[in-house]
């Protein structure tokens, strides 16, 4: 089931920082593992999510760039439609007449709250002599504790060969906890998915 974000655009969670984590990955110990020389990043997002979609897929594309693959987003090669409307079959042979290697698809899997007490602060300003500091001193400057929710977002990543089947030959979950922008959730998350992918040699030499 595609899972839809609806208003991750309008991220507005100044002030956190951004932070991304694999939670589970795997590999193929079967399949041979090809050499990938041209990957298409596809994103199977909602239409409402399309400004997501198009970020997290570029993002990661050029992130594989960064290590000489030739890595274009579905988006920017087909369009917003991609493979809409057409067959497994078909869309196999797109991309094979097209000498894709790889296709890696990122899908949004789930979404959750998680609250937090930030803990108040205590501050003693300083005054000189007897009379400024007791003056002061009471109140003393308090800042309350206060209760803070974020939204963790929930990505799972798979490669797949479709010179060799279209077999899977890799997936990942990964969780972005509270991310400050979109483009701070991108670059999170691509980072840690393309390092994921060399730890784990699914890509072949660059």
Not at 84 to 100: I, P
Not at 111 to 119: G, L, T
């Amino acid at each position: 089931r595609r899972f839809g974000f609806g208003l991750l655009g309008l991220l507005l969670l100044a002030g956190c920082s951004t932070s991304t984590k694999i939670t589970d990955s795997w590999s193929s110990t079967q399949a041979a593992k090809p050499q990938m020389k041209k990957i298409m990043v596809v994103g199977l997002f909602n239409e409402k999510d399309r400004n997501i979609r198009v970020r997290m897929a570029q993002q990661l594309a050029d992130d594989l760039k960064k290590f000489g693959y030739d890595a274009v987003a579905s988006y920017d090669v087909y369009g917003p439609r991609s493979f809409g409307n057409m067959t497994e079959k078909d869309a196999l042979k797109r991309l094979q007449d097209n000498n894709v290697d790889g296709v890696v698809n990122i899908a949004p899997i789930d979404q959750s709250k998680e609250s937090r007490y930030v803990p108040g602060s205590m501050s003693y300003p300083y005054y000189p002599g007897f009379w400024g500091y007791y003056s002061y001193y009471y109140p003393r400057l308090y800042n309350p504790g206060y209760y803070q929710t974020n939204t963790n977002y929930f990505f799972e990543t798979n490669l797949y060969s479709p010179e060799n089947n279209n077999q899977l030959l890799y997936s990942a979950q990964s969780k972005s906890f509270a991310p400050s922008s979109l483009r701070a959730l991108a670059d999170e998350y691509s980072r840690g998915i393309v390092k994921d992918m060399r730890k784990k040699k699914v890509l072949g030499n660059s």
